[in-house]
């Protein structure tokens, strides 16, 4: 029976989790206390704090990769939106990058963000606006091929206002999904997250245009209260 540094029993404690409480600190809006107390309960967070990833969302990639399968060794990889480096982290393993499944082909994958990314081994990382002018254009030239998979994480910083959050992040999918039609290999992936609220139609009708399968799926480490979804669509027509 475990005891404390003190000698007393703690039989029936630690059986279970305690769910932390964070305390409102003056000036901290009451949001902001329930979002870090949400971040410390979360057991995505923990599980990424403890297997050493840099996020939640790099569960959300693996969960969507296990079910459809599109980070294969040497696979060609474009992640918009990758900060802060989760989704690069589970890529560079499932394509690898760094060449050490002997025997198995040996990916390449670039990474591209308005901010700046800490480097993550086997990842080329680059700081660019992707909805500047010649954006598409600078990523094409880095990538310099093909790709396999186009994936965005792209999100518009939140205004507060829904429809306006939602049009914002509509609008970064559509051009990552014109960016992938211009670079996919055929039969390639595109992977990108939105969020319900109307717009995203056209976009479907599009994407079924140009893939033979496009399904949206709300992965088991998207939070229950979010309105994110993540499209994903297979084998690009070409």
């Not at 969020?195 to 088991?220: D, I, S, W, Y």
Request: glycine share 10%; hydrophobic share 40%.
């Amino acid at each position: 029976m475990a005891k404390t540094p003190t000698g007393k029993n703690t039989s029936g404690r630690g059986q279970r989790d305690l769910k932390v409480k964070v305390k409102s600190a003056r000036g901290r809006k009451l949001s902001s206390t329930l979002w870090l107390q949400r971040q410390l309960n979360d057991p995505y967070v923990k599980r990424a704090q403890a297997e050493g990833y840099r996020g939640r969302a790099a569960f959300k990639i693996m969960e969507l990769d296990d079910k459809y399968r599109f980070l294969v060794p040497g696979a060609r990889v474009v992640d918009l939106g990758c900060a802060p480096g989760g989704w690069l982290q589970v890529a560079v393993k499932r394509i690898n990058a760094l060449g050490e499944k002997k025997g198995k082909s040996v990916g390449r994958i670039i990474g591209v963000d308005l901010q700046e990314v800490e480097p993550v081994a086997g990842a080329e990382i680059h700081q660019l606006d992707f909805m500047e002018d010649d954006a598409d254009t600078r990523v094409k030239d880095w990538l310099g091929s093909k790709a396999d998979v186009v994936m965005s994480d792209m999100a518009a910083a939140s205004s507060g206002h829904k429809q306006t959050d939602h049009l914002r992040i509509m609008a970064l999918c559509e051009a990552a999904a014109w960016f992938a039609f211009d670079v996919l290999e055929e039969d390639g992936t595109f992977v990108a997250k939105v969020l319900a609220g109307g717009a995203e139609g056209e976009l479907q009708k599009l994407l079924k245009q140009k893939f033979t399968r496009v399904a949206h799926v709300k992965p088991p480490s998207s939070r229950s209260d979010s309105s994110e979804k993540f499209v994903v669509a297979m084998g690009f027509r070409g």
